[in-house]
């Protein structure tokens, strides 16, 4: 089986669907989610019936409803963030590449003085700083994880940037565009993708730990890392509502590693033999 | 195997209907080596001759028992000393390498480990299978150092491998397969990276020490010269299947097969060519290159005081060794090493000496070709995007005309039009070198400067390569400067040259005369150090180095 002819494992399609199955879940949640995310519906953790398939949460809302709307909040957050520090991130990065110098200088020291201090550790200032809005949650992330891909997409980039196809490009007097966009970037793709199903998955591992010490995204709204976090209350009492949301996160993130494994192989199999 | 065997006598290796499978990603078998049969007597040199593909070093490693990832011996017998090799478990193929079978790599320098010195990668094996102690080992080393002609054998070892030379290396090589007296010697191109100068001793040591210790010996290249010097039978490969075997003067005089004809035919073409002559038109030169001094970071001194001229039409090859900055110049006309001082000249106009500053005219009307067609090319590119590109970007052509004007390219490189969609990982080395070739043509440059573009070729395809360039310089009238650690490319291609030392011109002029005598010493060297098919070429010219002290 092929995906734009590249050759599809069983794993990758495993990973492909539990994506799909999440996304699909976030994207359409106020369609065929059973009941109101919000609205307490029964007795405090209500087990799961034929009403409620998950079963009820602390304060008796439908837990399968919150997992779905929750999921529109953890992906969607966590894409923002991770598209935000790709594109900040791999512009610095080819940049530096490029054009070395002072240029790479500059932005490797930032990156360098940024990368030590422990991310968690900023993440808790700046937002503490700036308050706890989904937009300085997003920048933050954003932000911070730029740093990380800058380091790669310069890696990268460095070694893409001295093959004689690129000296080509030079000699001929091409522009800064054409070189990042037409010569290098086609090539660093394989790479940089699956930087990004890891990033994506840190990103949305992040934002729910920041929501677990309470930072993150706040009540009535939920995201899964908080839904774990409010319902952790429950787990000396042996009920299992903390285990849907903390399932969903693991079954989000595997899902992604199995894809970005897949992507992985195939770019450090020799050109060609998935043409 | 404890102690020290005498030396074995008749028939060491006996290779029967040889054939080695490789399976590919999608699980397809494909056959690599297709029933091979020799056999090497001790003593006896067998040379393995063949193009890349040609599955020569798959059979040199399979005297090891031994293929590469993804291989495997899927038929046939491997009889050394008459037992089958391939029955042998893993305690006695660890006993046969490096023991009584030893392998030389073309690169030494990736086969060393940096961290350790030379006598103890040296005299490793022959401690490690307990052959000798480490006081005879050293004794051992020492005397083979000596034998190779080392310098300071006694000390040579204490060196780490950075610090020798390449051509030193390679010998510390041969001195390590040689240690515990192997009956058997594989050398897989073991010259093919050294500077021809450098090759004619290495070769010289090879020989000897096959000679002085009666060793079999496997040599695999694809050079006809340089197997006549030290091979008694050759065997013509060519994809997996002996073309023909035979002793070495018949093989190399009396080819029986075409294939082994056209080798040879491209050999002798290249030894006895004639000159050939310039196209020169219009007095002032196209380009003109004024007293150039380049350097790298600012101090090290790659191109010092050259001065050389180009005329319209007409081929200048720059000769020279490895690191004689003959790359380095091409990189200081082409602005990307900017020169500290003297003067680029392009049809009259100083060219500034930063490719930044200099007008996009400028670039187009001179193009480079390079060395690795692999890497020249991006292998995210259609053969439409890379040879339309230049047409689009000079002369702002819409996408029809930029189509029509790729498809009369490739007609003129000899490329099928339906290649046109396809990526670089789909063509032949050949044929890449053909696309970028073409690529350079789209800009419809005035001089095209090609760095190397046939030393990553097979010979055949080489000369197709040469050809090429020829005609199209017949049919356009662009010029070449064209620079090469070849001679043979130099008689073929160029009517001038001019020799690189040490970053200066050490001789200039029309090839036929700065290639007769009496010439500047290193032309001398340079010249007698090309090998010649006849197999007493080797000792003459030792003899005659000899006498000249």
Redesign the interface.
Known sequence: MKLFGLRLTSTALVGIFIILACVGGAVFAPWIAPHDPNLPLGGRWGPPSAEHWLGLDQIGRDMLSRILYGGRISIGLALLATVLAFVVGIVTGFAAAVFGGWVDIAFSRIADVVLSIPILMSALIIISGFGTTTTVLVLTIGFLYSVLVFRVARAVAMNIAVLDYVEVARLRGEGLMWVILREILPNALPPLAAEFGLRFCFAFLFIAALSFLGLGVQPPDADWGSMVKESALAIPAGIAAPLYPAAAIALLTIGVNLVVDWLLSIYSRPQGENA | MAQMRSKAEGQILDVRNLRIEAV???GKRVTLVDDVSFTLDAGEVLGLIGESGAGKSTIGLSALVYARTGCQIAGGEILFHGRDVRQLDMRGRQNLRGVRVAYIAQSAAAAFNPAHTLFDQVTEVALQHGVMNRAQARRDAVRLFGELELPDPETFGNRYPHQVSGGQLQRAMAAMAMIARPDLLVFDEPTTALDVTTQVEVLASFKKLIREHRTAALYITHDLAVVAQVADRIMVLRGGKMVEQGPATRILQKPEMDYTRMLVAERVAAEQSRFVEGHAEGDRPILEVRNVVAAYRGTIKVVDDVSIDVQRGDTLAIVGESGSGKSSLARVI?G?LPRQQGNVVFDGVTLRPR?QD?S?EQ??RI??I?Q?PD???????TLLDIIG??IQ??FGKGRGEVRARVEDLMRQIDLPADYINR?P??LSGGQKQRVCIA?ALA?EPEIIICDEVTSALDPLVSDEILRLLRRIQDETGVAYLFITHDLGTVRRVANKVAVMLKGKIVASGPTEQVFSPPFHPYTGLLLSSVPEMRPDWLDEVLSRRRKAG
């Open positions: 590919t990603e999608t082409v990307l490719l200099r996009k670039l187009r193009q480079m390079y690795m890497v020249a090319l991006n292998p995210r590119h590109r230049p970007f000079y990526r990982h789909e690529r800009a």
